[in-house]
């Protein structure tokens, strides 16, 4: 996309916008932001306050600081779908009251509203049906109930909701939610090179390959890097690698000045003891002696506490230094019963298709032992039916597909974990003595939920804390969960989070079975095997140990 011209009038601007949570908790402050017409992307760890900002942008909620002008329309389109009060296609689409105005005037029993409601927008069912056809759900009928499309078509649904709306504004927050690789390339085309001033929260490379302008959300305010995502990851990788050098920096330093200090100590010490001892052998009256003991004592002692002040110094370095750099350590499952040996029945698939009743080509396989599936395929192909039927939660429309052990199925939104409960309190229940909760909390520990954070409520989580929450309950819960059935688990997950649930499964004894469209996050669970969906067939590949990475 080419650079903007200068004189491209603003169509919104924020000035010293500051978000605060209920328990203090600076989200972001002083944060200054303009949008001209083009595309914007924001990222940001988990937990930054980037909906919070979207919302704000959009006047749906007050910033704690700061001022918004807002010049045009503006559409919002949040997480949440808000499917079940839509009732049809075309009230997910948001055009329900102009069909009906549309429908009306035809008849010839419309108003001066119905004109102001449709907005000259005669050709509005055509254009409907144009767009339904160009994103794979020609025919579909405007009063279908969406609840009874898959999670990427009703996304797909309500992006063009957004985009049908003509707005001077649009802001979105996680538009590549459930969608397939070519769904979601297509709506960054779509999004990208029209005349809307779009601004995009994702993590999604497909909407960040081509991004000339990323925003970074931070405490400070928002950090605007030029260029794609190739080079923002160089520039966050250059960031981790000074940190983690300033670390280093920090501890040699404190090492040094250890060795400094036991030298100097015990040259203090020595001159004590001389001072003791000349003046033991001086010819002086006891007051003058007195006086020269209690000079010597402050002296040294002020040079004791140099020694200590500088000492604190450098652990304050190395803590501050330790706070900035990325020092999280891989995840470790230790003592968990959650594993599958090699011989053990896994999954069975007997004549599988999760959607078709006569498919061209059906599963059939049996899996032992700690297999590593990655589930890819289209929208609609049936990914999420065929997980919660391995999960005993539903049927498939052809054949049969089990898990042969315990499974635990995962949905996008992690539903399965409380809100109001500690991690620490959801898994050890109770009834747990000390020793028993004081070996839990250092498991949740090696998997990134240390101390206060496994006792926080799970809803004040990030996405990425609730995915190790769930995963350790797979693993420490009684009875334990050997086969993990994990639907699009990197959805909400900024780079840091998704890097972090690679190493989770990867240091997984169990089995597992992992559907997404991430590309680059299955290729590096190195998976034993894949299955491939498509609206007519199933097929199951072996991958080679030797081809793995």
């Known amino acids: 996309m080419p650079a903007l011209p200068a004189s491209d009038p603003v169509r919104l ?36 306050g980037k909906s919070t900002l979207l919302a704000a942008l959009a006047g749906i909620a007050a910033p704690a600081q700061g001022r918004i002008e807002r010049r045009g329309t503006l559409v919002h389109l949040p997480t949440e779908a808000g499917e079940a009060s839509a009732g049809s296609v075309a009230g997910l689409l948001g055009v329900a009251p102009a069909l009906a105005a549309l429908d009306r005037l035809a008849a010839g029993l419309g108003s001066g509203e119905d004109l102001v409601q449709l907005a000259d927008r005669w050709d509005l069912r055509e254009r409907l049906a144009r767009s339904l056809d160009e994103i794979g759900l020609s025919g579909l009928s405007l009063q279908h109930d969406p609840r009874r499309l898959s999670g990427g078509q009703r996304q797909q649904l ?118 003791r001892r000349a003046g033991a052998q001086a010819n002086q009256s006891k007051l003058l002696l007195d006086f020269s003991q209690n000079t010597a004592e402050r002296h040294l002692g002020s040079r004791r506490a140099a020694l200590r002040e500088r000492l604190n110094q450098r652990g304050s370095a190395v803590s ?76 498939l429309a052809a054949g049969q597909a089990r898990a042969a052990v315990p499974a635990l199925w995962l949905d996008q939104d992690l539903r399965l974990l409380p809100t109001d409960t500690g991690v620490l309190a959801w898994i050890g229940g109770g009834d747990a003595d000390a020793e028993a909760r004081a070996a839990l909390a250092t498991r949740l520990a090696l998997l990134g939920l240390p101390g206060d954070r496994a006792r926080q409520p799970m809803a004040t989580l990030s996405a990425g804390e609730r995915m190790r929450a769930a995963l350790a309950g797979a693993a420490y819960r009684t009875p334990p969960t050997p086969l993990l059935l994990l639907d699009e688990p990197s959805d909400h997950l900024d780079f840091d989070s998704r890097e972090a649930l690679i190493g989770l499964l990867d240091a997984w004894p169990g089995a597992f079975v992992v559907a997404s469209h991430d590309r680059g996050l299955l290729d590096a669970l190195r998976l034993s095997h894949r299955i491939h969906l498509t609206d007519v067939s199933a097929q199951l590949e072996t991958i080679a140990a030797s081809s793995r990475p």
């Open 13 to 48: 601007q924020a000035f010293g916008l500051s978000a605060v949570l209920d328990d203090g908790r600076i989200l972001f402050q002083n944060l200054d932001l303009s949008l001209r017409r083009g595309y914007t992307a924001l990222v940001g760890r988990n937990g930054a």
């Open 158 to 275: 309500r992006l063009l909701g957004a985009w049908l709306a003509d707005a001077a504004v649009v802001l979105l927050d996680e538009p590549s939610r459930h969608l397939d690789a070519d769904a979601s390339a297509y709506w960054f085309q779509r999004y990208s090179g029209g005349s809307a001033a779009v601004l995009a929260v994702s993590h999604d490379p497909a909407w960040l390959n081509d991004a000339e302008r990323i925003l970074e959300l931070a405490p400070e305010g928002a950090i605007e890097h030029r260029g794609g995502l190739s080079r923002y990851l160089d520039q966050r990788q250059r960031r981790r690698r000074a940190g983690l050098d300033a670390l280093d920096a920090a501890r040699l330093a404190l090492r040094r000045e250890r060795r400094d200090q036991v030298r100097q100590r015990e040259a203090l010490d020595r001159r004590a003891a001389r001072g």
């Open 320 to 395: 501050e230094a330790h706070a900035r750099a990325d020092t999280a350590a891989a995840p470790v499952f230790l003592g968990t019963a959650a594993r599958q040996p090699a011989g053990r029945r896994t999954l069975e698939f007997a004549a599988a298709h999760p959607c078709r009743a006569q498919p061209r080509q059906s599963l059939s396989a049996v899996l032992d032992g700690p297999v590593r599936i990655g589930l890819s395929g289209r929208n609609g192909s049936g990914k999420t039916t065929l997980l919660r039927a391995l999960a005993g939660l539903g049927p």
